[in-house]
């Protein structure tokens, strides 16, 4: 019998089909082994303007161990002054935010899990710094970092690990129902949701991947997509660059042991993950954000490309997905990443 | 330069590029639909016993169920994403929510023939569809358990058609699905404040906007939303406020027929892409008739959803609805 479940958060139904049909090694990989050629690269020897890098003591101008650019096909820039306008119904703000690539490593090396704990410490201290200084342009309202790897999850055929950055004057749709979400739970419980489910998890087992001192990873109880993984950071906090700064290694690790479970036991597939933080909290009055730094959680959600949504998904927002979390979590525990 | 949009009705920004920088039809990558299961189709005429029992057909000249001689024919999903039999028993672990997989789905073939997609039907055709459509949405409708019933198409392997022969799906669901419960709350809202439609009110920005409006005939209109979230995305409407397509009126069944078939002709002549086409509706017994208005929405499978648009919702449309429509409404279809 197939399950319907609810995801405690945005409050989505999910069918989780049960009936075995499909084992952990039946999935179909997503991966196009096209990395095209090291020499063309553009990131091994990159000439693009640096906005921040990470180098070692002493290091000179083109011995950056991390480097932050401007994205060079842009889906939001400062094309011009800040401008939000109507246009009967509709509100329409023209083009305005903040595009990076963050270029993981001065190596040729495709996937993040094949890079070291401590050079995935230094993108994480990256990041922090990046969203940190990102949130001075009191226009902007949301920051968030993701990876596509992998040319099913549209990244383009360059073998070279960079993640990005995108900073938008508006809060996209599911950060909304998240937030959402939090909050009512927050008003009946006075509990973070968050807190809440990691630590339901942990005391379950059963959909756990691993624990490490300051976090924890394990599949959704209603996820959208087989194999989907979340990491969740024990110490609660909304924000990412405030929960995150110091923790960076330990975050380092979970993220390397998630990435390299996909590679060894899914067949490198391709994947992407976003980081998921509470919007800009401006000091103003209003109060929007009254409860904020309580009731939100900050997150990394990953997911391998493994399934196509079909139609039915794209156009209810009611997904289907092929095998309980239950056996995808024991699947990614069992893979030896020690090998 | 590209622009924010947001939409009115569950409040998706999107980025959308201008009128200026937006893709052709010609830059998004082709599918070729080429047909090749006619040898072993279970959904062709003369092979009724391989799927399960018929639950409703249209049939000429008195023909035996589950025998050749149908034009539309409905039948229980080989496959179903949910059960039929059984309760519900909802119950909960924790902070988390759960049920057994209740549910309808069923399999609407379109056409005994082979060859042609709902695009190449007639208007005579098509309103067969609709009358299975509306008999099976009923008929699901008593069943208590149910709450929403969707009807939807998926056309072409990129858009999830694993079967090539025309057919669409029917799915009852004891729960109402996700977008439409936040279209409902949108427009709830929208009418709360407003004391009107707000699909009523975004059909009047369309007819004085004009540039993307599709086609029109009396009683129904397609347009490329002011908001996409797919480039060349359509919707169909009813031009009049009618919230339950289930409800629809034996007057209206011809002009919605022609509508979709021109819109389908036209974006099949345009792009001839993979398509995934859903009605949203009110859920079953929703009682306030005043705040949802039914449609179509009809998503061409031209891109990829990219991880970060999976993730954070923000999506980016790289034809702007205005030239989508350009294009469509210059296709010849005589």
């Known amino acids: 019998m197939p399950q319907l479940r609810k995801d405690p958060v945005v409050s989505r139904w999910v069918i989780i089909a049960t009936e075995r049909a499909r084992r952990p090694g039946n999935f179909v990989t997503y991966q196009n082994v096209d990395f095209g050629n090291k020499?063309?690269?553009?990131?091994?020897?990159?000439?693009?303007?640096?906005?921040?890098?990470?180098?070692?003591?002493?290091?000179?101008?083109?011995?950056?161990?991390?480097?932050?650019?401007?994205?060079?096909?842009?889906?939001?820039?400062?094309?011009?002054?800040?401008?939000?306008?109507?246009?009967?119904?509709?509100?329409?703000?023209?083009?305005?935010?903040?595009?990076?690539?963050?270029?993981?490593?001065?190596?040729?090396?495709?996937?993040?899990?094949?890079?070291?704990?401590?050079?995935?410490?230094?993108?994480?201290e990256a990041y922090v710094a990046r969203f940190k200084d990102l949130e001075k342009d009191t226009n902007l309202q949301y920051v968030f970092a993701y990876k596509n790897y992998g040319l099913a999850s549209g990244s383009r055929p360059i073998g070279h690990a960079r993640s990005q950055i995108i900073a938008a004057p508006v809060n996209p749709l599911r950060v909304k129902e998240k937030l959402v979400g939090a909050k009512k739970y927050y008003d009946y419980h006075e509990r973070c949701l968050y807190c809440d489910m990691y630590r339901q998890e942990i005391a379950n087992g059963e959909r756990i991947i691993?624990?490490?001192?300051?976090?924890?990873?394990?599949?959704?109880?209603?996820?959208?997509?087989?194999?989907?993984?979340?990491?969740?950071?024990?110490?609660h906090s909304c924000d990412f660059a405030e929960g995150a700064a110091?923790?960076?290694?330990?975050?380092?690790?979970?993220?390397?042991?998630?990435?390299?479970?996909?590679?060894?036991?899914?067949?490198?597939?391709?994947?992407?993950?976003?980081?998921?933080?509470?919007?800009?909290?401006?000091?103003?009055?209003?109060?929007?954000?009254?409860?904020?730094?309580?009731?939100?959680?900050?997150?990394?959600?990953?997911?391998?490309?493994?399934?196509?949504?079909?139609?039915?998904?794209?156009?209810?927002?009611?997904?289907?997905?092929?095998?309980?979390?239950?056996?995808?979590?024991?699947?990614?525990?069992?893979?030896?990443?020690?090998? | 330069m590209p622009e924010l949009r947001r939409d009115p009705i569950i409040g998706q920004w999107v980025v959308v590029a201008s009128d200026q920088e937006s893709l052709t039809p010609m830059a998004y990558e082709k599918e070729d639909h080429?047909?090749?299961?006619?040898?072993?189709?279970?959904?062709?005429?003369?092979?009724?016993?391989?799927?399960?029992?018929?639950?409703?057909?249209?049939?000429l000249n008195a023909s035996q169920p589950n025998s050749p001689g149908w034009v539309t024919r409905v039948?229980?999903?080989?496959?179903?994403?949910?059960?039929?039999?059984?309760?519900?028993?909802?119950?909960?672990?924790g902070i988390y929510d759960l049920s057994n997989g209740i549910g309808a789905h069923e399999v609407v073939v379109e056409t005994e023939d082979h060859n042609r997609d709902m695009a190449d039907l007639t208007p005579e055709e098509i309103i067969c569809i609709l009358r299975m459509y509306l008999d099976r949405g009923t008929n699901l409708a008593k069943d208590k358990r149910f709450k929403y019933i969707l009807v939807f198409k998926n056309f072409g392997e990129s858009a999830g058609a694993s079967v090539e022969h025309a057919h669409s799906q029917i799915i009852a669901l004891p729960m109402v699905p996700k977008l439409v419960d936040a279209e409902l709350e949108g427009?709830?809202?929208?009418?709360?404040?407003?004391?009107?439609c707000l699909f009523c009110d975004i059909l009047e920005q369309e007819y004085a906007d004009e540039e993307r409006i599709i086609a029109q005939n009396d009683k129904f209109?397609?347009?490329?939303?002011?908001?996409?979230?797919?480039?060349?995305?359509?919707?169909?409407?009813p031009k009049n406020h009618q919230p339950d397509f289930f409800a629809l009126s034996e007057e209206d069944l011809m002009p919605l027929a022609q509508m979709i078939k021109e819109v389908l002709a036209r974006m099949k002549a345009c792009l001839n892409a993979s398509y995934n086409f859903y009605i949203h509706t009110t859920p079953v017994g929703y009682k306030d008739k005043d705040v949802y208005h039914w449609h179509i929405e009809i998503m061409p499978q031209l891109v990829n959803v990219k991880g970060y648009e999976w993730g954070t919702g923000l999506y980016q449309v790289l034809t702007s609805p205005a030239v989508a429509a350009g294009y469509l409404r210059d296709v010849d279809l005589s």
């Open chain 1, 210 to 235: 691993k624990e490490t001192e300051h976090f924890v990873s394990f599949t959704p109880f209603a996820p959208r997509f087989p194999f989907e993984v979340v990491i969740v950071p024990k110490r």
């Open chain 2, 221 to 237: 209109i397609g347009f490329s939303p002011f908001v996409p979230r797919f480039p060349f995305e359509q919707w169909i409407m």
């Open chain 1, 39 to 124: 020499k063309d690269c553009p990131f091994c020897r990159n000439t693009d303007p640096e906005i921040y890098a990470v180098r070692p003591q002493g290091g000179g101008a083109d011995d950056w161990l991390v480097k932050v650019s401007p994205n060079g096909t842009p889906i939001l820039s400062m094309e011009t002054k800040f401008k939000r306008h109507g246009f009967g119904l509709y509100d329409v703000i023209d083009n305005y935010g903040v595009h990076e690539v963050v270029i993981e490593t001065p190596e040729h090396i495709a996937n993040m899990a094949d890079l070291s704990k401590e050079q995935i410490q230094r993108v994480m």
């Open chain 1, 246 to 339: 110091g923790l960076e290694a330990d975050l380092a690790l979970i993220l390397k042991d998630t990435l390299l479970r996909f590679k060894l036991g899914l067949d490198d597939p391709a994947y992407n993950y976003v980081i998921h933080t509470a919007p800009l909290r401006r000091k103003r009055k209003g109060v929007k954000w009254q409860t904020i730094e309580e009731d939100y959680h900050w997150h990394i959600e990953i997911i391998p490309k493994l399934a196509k949504a079909a139609g039915f998904e794209k156009g209810s927002g009611f997904y289907i997905c092929s095998i309980p979390p239950e056996d995808t979590a024991e699947f990614l525990r069992k893979v030896d990443i020690h090998a």
């Open chain 2, 75 to 93: 039948v229980p999903n080989k496959f179903p994403a949910l059960k039929i039999e059984g309760g519900l028993d909802k119950r909960g672990i």
């Open chain 2, 187 to 196: 427009s709830s809202n929208y009418h709360k404040f407003r004391g009107r």
């Open chain 2, 34 to 59: 080429e047909r090749k299961q006619k040898s072993v189709c279970q959904f062709c005429s003369g092979r009724e016993g391989y799927t399960p029992p018929e639950v409703a057909a249209i049939r």
